[in-house]
């Protein structure tokens, strides 16, 4: 959540728990469904943007996103998957 990170003193802090805590949730995932170490990634920072950069630099052929709205219609996405099927480089699914 944002309001954690508006304590300016502690914000290093923070990020650096949330990152620990997101590494642990996705060892954890991965372990249950067996991928590999080399195969895991975790990347900080905003959604669309390093969903964008990182298929670019693995040089993926597609980005397979999931959306919360109802019916799947592309005007119903989220500004985040809006943004990957307007700018990326691949295709999506």
């Known amino acids: 959540p944002l309001a954690e990170l508006t304590d300016f003193a502690n914000r290093d802090a923070t ?3 949330k990152k620990l805590l997101a590494q642990k949730s996705l060892q ?27 298929a670019k630099d693995k040089q993926c052929d597609l980005i397979v996103l999931g959306s919360h709205g109802v019916g799947g219609y592309t005007h119903a996405l989220g500004s985040t998957a809006q943004h990957i099927i307007v700018n990326a480089h691949c295709n999506v699914l």
């Open 15 to 17: 990020i650096e728990k």
């Open 28 to 54: 954890d995932l991965c372990r249950h469904l067996t991928i590999e170490k080399d195969r895991q990634l975790l990347s900080i920072g905003e959604g669309q943007v390093e969903i964008l950069n990182v």
